[in-house]
């Protein structure tokens, strides 16, 4: 090959692996947010797990992508090892959808109508739409199609360049010597794999076989083990993801390799051992960019319907293979992913669970506070605290999170999702330190063996049992997103104010009549001010999932056209709480 050549050829390559990655990209933005996490959420039994991870691969053109989504989610707890097996075994059949992509730019017309097959005409007309699409700024499915069609188009022109630049190696002597060595099934894995983890690309790889491939010299005999030595090359990436991973998420990076490594010795011993039974024909086939890409498929799903049945066998290895450490590394509680950062789909799902997590201790701490005032122990107590100072790290970390998220490239949603996140964050930590505050006022009380009369014992159990009921409905309403279920929390939130105002006015009057004394009287007053400021950032919580339904409003204004008779629920509501927590 002349200079030249070789490099018209590298450009070509250049050109393959930039459209294909703008073609990849654009099909995952135009697939919308719910494709990432659809993966996580759907792969709970093996099938689902293996039709989705080829899914998923098919649309993002990338079996290291998938995996390297996978390992993220084992890592962060998200999913098991065992479920990630699945997973990235439907990666590795996904990604051969690839290659027939890539024979779109071999095909040829004729003459007259026939002509538009041809791959100059079918890229010209295809990176024009592209262009038409990718002007219209003000539609954002029109870009995302736009980047498709121009990728594709970059794709198509790239294999075109690459088959021009190889075209003539047919002709050489030591050309068609080297295609003829690759007929040895362990030089040509080898060598398979070489070049793959060169490229960083399975797809890549296949694309370079296929350009190769018309030159006339690549046979059956030397195909089927380059290809065989592509699907060990593409575990290169997904084991280099899992650098600073936890031992269950370096597990998950090694599933691709060992089940590369083990389909491709069960594949190849059934195969060469048939050959060299029945002496197949097709061995000196000679192969085109279309039989190329059959082979690839055919051979992935050999090793998916192979491998399939040994999961077991799969997860024991990596497990043999990569043991816990003697100290029994212990996970953080909490574990946020950086990995989701490029895939903000997986990051705001991973950063939702954390939350509900996070608003869970919350209500726990609550529950076990108020049950300080009816039964104090020291063990209950210690447990609120340590509650406590779980939340302020989760708010530590989630913010951060978050806020590393916020600058990545999101749709208008995921930054409404993301702003709602960092706003309810803090309601979430500040009622877990009320919740602290209580536990504290009940140990002063028990420390100094002081007791409220009876009058406002009632009073204190009826307005808990209102907070209670509110704290309930906010989480509620923010883990799943119910705008209705979050409007019925501004109409408690009222109550409890009115409540607590009149508890107060009531605990004077107590006091008046010589019920009671002035430190009981503080520590009484800590504790209705404590549980009035939970309400107030239940009302919060509710009011961020009502403004994710209804888009932005100015929060004053909206409470305030509630209490004026702004929606008609409010008022029933409002009447039906005050009668339910009368005093």
Known sequence: MSILEIVTLLGGVALFLFGMTKMGDGLTKLSGSSLEPILYRLSGTPMKALLLGTGVTAVIQSSSATSVMAVGFVNSGMMTVRQSVHVILGAILGTSITGWVICLSYLEGGSGISSILSTSTLTGIVAFAGMVFRMNRKNERNMHIGDI???????????????????????????????????????????GTAITAVLQSASAAVGILQALSVTGALQFDAALPLLMGINIGAALPVLLSAVGATTKGKRAASVYLVEAILGVLGCAALFYVANALFHFKMMENVMNPFSTAMLNTLFRLANLLLIAPLADVVEAVVTRAIPETETKE?????????????????????????????????????????????????????????????????????????????????TEKQSEEVSKCLRTLSDFERISDHARNIAESSAELHQKLLFFSAGGTHDLSVL????????????????????????????????????????????????????????????????????????????????????????????????????????????????????????
């Not at 022109?157 to 060595?181: D, K, R, Y």
């Not at 504790?527 to 950032?537: M, V």
């Not at 629920?569 to 927590?581: A, G, I, T, V």
């Open 464 to 583: 808990i049992r209102a907070v209670t009921d509110i704290l309930k409905l906010a989480v509620e309403a923010y883990r799943t997103d119910d705008a209705a279920l979050a409007e019925k929390v501004e109409p408690l939130e009222e109550v409890i104010d009115f409540l607590c105002d009149e508890i107060k006015m009531r605990q004077v009057e107590r006091l008046q009549h010589g019920q009671g004394n002035i430190l009981q009287n503080f520590v009484f007053n800590d504790l209705i001010t404590n549980l009035e400021r939970i309400a107030d950032h239940c009302s919060n919580l509710g009011l961020a999932v009502v403004r994710m339904d209804e888009g932005d409003f100015e929060t004053h204004q909206y409470q305030e056209s509630l209490q004026e008779g702004a929606d008609p629920e409010f008022s029933p509501l409002f009447l039906q709480y005050r009668k339910e927590y009368a005093l």
């Open 149 to 191: 069609l121009m990728g594709f188009a970059i794709l198509m022109f790239g294999m075109h360049t690459m088959s021009g630049a190889v075209s003539g190696l047919g002709e050489q002597p030591w050309f068609t010597n080297m295609m003829l060595s690759m007929s040895h099934p362990l030089l040509g894995i080898l060598v």
């Open 330 to 410: 212990q996970a953080p509680e909490l574990q946020l992913e950086e990995r989701f950062l490029a895939h903000p789909a997986l990051a705001l799902e991973q950063s939702r669970i954390q939350i509900n997590e996070m608003a869970s201790k919350a209500q726990t701490s609550f529950r076990l506070a108020v049950r300080l005032l009816r039964e104090y122990d020291e063990e209950t107590f210690q447990r609120v605290r340590q509650l406590e100072e779980e939340v302020d790290r989760y708010e530590d970390l989630l913010g951060s999170y978050m806020l590393q998220l916020s600058g990545q490239k999101l």
